[in-house]
């Protein structure tokens, strides 16, 4: 039986502290993380599609693909589940700085610079109302970078869109640190980017 699984992080809990803290990631990767696993295994087992020759990402474009009862519980857990495997490979100790090569030469096209992007950036993750993700997605249908955002788990995926970074905006992913100090995580997290990662990503999709 295909099954997803919980991804071991390439790094510790305590990694990325004092940015974000021990327990905040421990609890949000054990359990949440989890939780969306467990339930896009479970929906897929339900739908007999635990042997779904499909990626989640080529089901979360071809939502319709799915039976109707079941599809908001893909798009939720599947969502989720591969939201969060993309959030996880963003993050690195000692990140941060500034994106370099044809990454860099994009945000400077469609955002002026490197400044202006990460204010649009912030400003709409700030901006969300309950839970949800500010993206930075590559969309292939007009080659270009955008800045998104996204409600509860729905992935950009299911807008023909191809997620490069993703910031989780869920309580859960800084509530125990930060409380109601949103503007303060976002700041943080901006020191853990992996912009090494995010430039690979991006120089694989865009060819
Ligand atoms: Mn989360």
């Known amino acids: 039986m295909v099954e997803y699984q919980l991804p071991r992080l390439p790094y510790e809990y305590d990694d990325l502290e004092p940015f974000i803290d021990e327990q905040t990631m421990k609890i949000h990767h054990q359990k949440h993380h989890q939780s969306y696993i467990d339930g896009l295994n479970k929906t897929l087992e339900e739908i007999s ?7 989640i990402t080529s089901i979360l474009s071809d939502l319709k693909s799915i039976p109707e009862a ?7 857990f599947g969502g989720g589940f591969e939201n969060h495997r993309l959030f996880w490979e963003t993050i690195i100790p000692n990140g941060g700085g500034l994106p370099k090569g044809k990454l860099a030469d994009s945000i400077d096209v469609y955002f002026e610079n490197f400044e202006k992007f990460q204010k649009i950036f912030s400003d709409v993750s700030i901006s969300i109302e309950g839970s949800g993700w500010c993206w930075l997605v590559f969309n292939p249908t007009f080659n270009k970078i955008e800045i998104i955002s996204t409600k509860n788990q729905d992935s950009p995926w299911t807008l023909k869109k191809i997620p490069l970074l993703g910031l989780d905006l869920w309580e859960h992913a800084y509530y125990l640190k930060y409380q109601n100090r949103r503007g303060d995580y976002i700041s943080s997290w901006w020191n853990v980017v992996n912009w090494e990662y995010v430039e690979n990503r991006f120089s694989e999709i865009s060819g």
């Open 49 to 55: 599609g635990n042997f779904h020759p499909k990626y």
């Open 70 to 76: 079941s599809r908001n519980k893909i798009n939720f």
